[in-house]
């Protein structure tokens, strides 16, 4: 059994710098164009994925001084990516996916009016999933107050679940894990119940989940984000990793694999955001390298090409 080792909570500031320090510099970045969505913004969005024989890319498309999104699934035409005719628009954000099963499981945040806090919002995650884009169907919702939420099929089969609370458990928020059986065995209290990863975050700051790596041991690879604000109330994102063991629970360091300044100037949505990576999804490639899709600065996508971080816990050989 691979037994990882954590060695304790440490703070963006620390995690940055050791990244700045470490010479795994990103290689490439560009900008994602995106067309036909009426000058709204496309940002948040989950790496390509091949459905129906051709690669979509979930992405959220909102115009820059509003929070009123959509999720439009996009396909290549002519250099640019433009939303794919007659598939289904859902009212959500900051889309994912996964593969459970043989199934497609997709999902995204939700907004609701907050029951308590008359003119303010509530969310939660909410899953889909069916045999293609076309044919998908609602299936859970997770609690309510709770963003990156995600599922992942594990090497035995079972389905790992990774949480983000917030509020008395998880203070502005942390990740969490548990697992069930299958995923009609997943219910909103064996979610509100899952312990949590306790050395990550120190409690001015967060994080959480953005997408599940099975990797070839048996280990999951986390791609997330950890999060601060500055003494100015400004928000700094960064994209990050560490490698987690579903056999004993044990978990590795996070790692900063990339920072705003890596990728393309562009715009931001407001002035509080522009040292904002949001980390999609990552691709993974032979030649130990992977691209990292983001969101930038709550106004744009990007892709950026990095040395693939999960290869170092792949080598540790069970």
């Given at each position: 059994m691979i037994q990882l080792k954590n060695n304790g909570k440490k703070s963006c500031s620390?995690?940055?710098?050791?990244?700045?320090?470490?010479?795994?510099?990103?290689?490439?970045?560009?900008?994602?164009?995106?067309?036909?969505?009426?000058?709204?913004?496309?940002?948040?969005?989950?790496?390509?994925?091949i459905d129906e024989g051709?690669?979509?890319?979930?992405?959220?498309?909102?115009?820059?001084?509003?929070?009123?999104?959509?999720?439009?699934?996009?396909?290549?035409?002519?250099?640019k990516w433009v939303p794919r005719d007659n598939a289904p628009v859902f009212a959500l954000q900051d889309p994912f996916y996964t593969k459970i099963h043989g199934e497609l499981v997709f999902g995204g945040v939700e907004t609701f009016?907050?029951?308590?806090?008359?003119?303010?919002?509530?969310?939660?995650?909410?899953?889909?999933?069916?045999?293609?884009?076309?044919?998908?169907?609602k299936f859970f919702a997770g609690p309510d107050q709770m963003k990156d939420l995600r599922f992942v099929?594990?090497?035995?089969?079972?389905?790992?679940?990774?949480?983000?609370?917030q509020g008395s458990k998880g203070g502005r928020g942390k990740i969490g894990y548990t697992s069930a059986d299958s995923l009609k065995d997943i219910t909103q209290q064996l979610i509100a119940d899952a312990p949590l990863l306790d050395e990550q975050f120190l409690d001015e700051e967060w994080g959480g989940s953005n997408e599940i790596h099975l990797l070839s041991n048996g280990l999951?690879?986390?791609?997330?984000?950890?999060?601060?604000?500055?003494?100015?109330?400004n928000r700094h994102?960064?994209?990050?990793?560490?490698?987690?063991?579903?056999?004993?629970?044990?978990?590795?360091?996070?790692?900063?694999?990339?920072?705003?300044?890596?990728?393309?100037?562009?715009p931001a949505k407001r002035t509080d955001l522009v040292d904002v990576v949001f980390s999609g999804g990552l691709i993974r490639h032979q030649d130990g390298t992977a691209d990292l899709y983001a969101g930038i600065s709550d106004a744009e996508a990007q892709k950026i090409r990095i040395v693939d971080p999960f290869l170092a816990f792949e080598r540790k050989i069970q």
């Open positions: 620390v995690l940055l710098e050791t990244f700045r320090q470490s010479g795994n510099k990103p290689l490439q970045a560009e900008k994602l164009v995106f067309d036909k969505v009426n000058m709204r913004d496309v940002y948040n969005i989950a790496a390509p994925f051709e690669y979509v890319i979930p992405g959220r498309v909102e115009h820059r001084d509003s929070e009123q999104s959509e999720v439009h699934f996009f396909v290549q035409r002519g250099g009016p907050h029951p308590e806090n008359p003119g303010m919002l509530g969310w939660r995650t909410v899953f889909y999933k069916g045999p293609n884009i076309a044919r998908l169907e099929e594990q090497a035995d089969g079972s389905i790992g679940i990774f949480t983000r609370p999951l690879g986390i791609l997330g984000h950890i999060a601060q604000f500055d003494e100015m109330g994102y960064y994209p990050m990793v560490f490698a987690f063991n579903p056999v004993d629970r044990s978990y590795s360091d996070m790692e900063i694999i990339a920072e705003r300044a890596n990728f393309v100037q562009g």
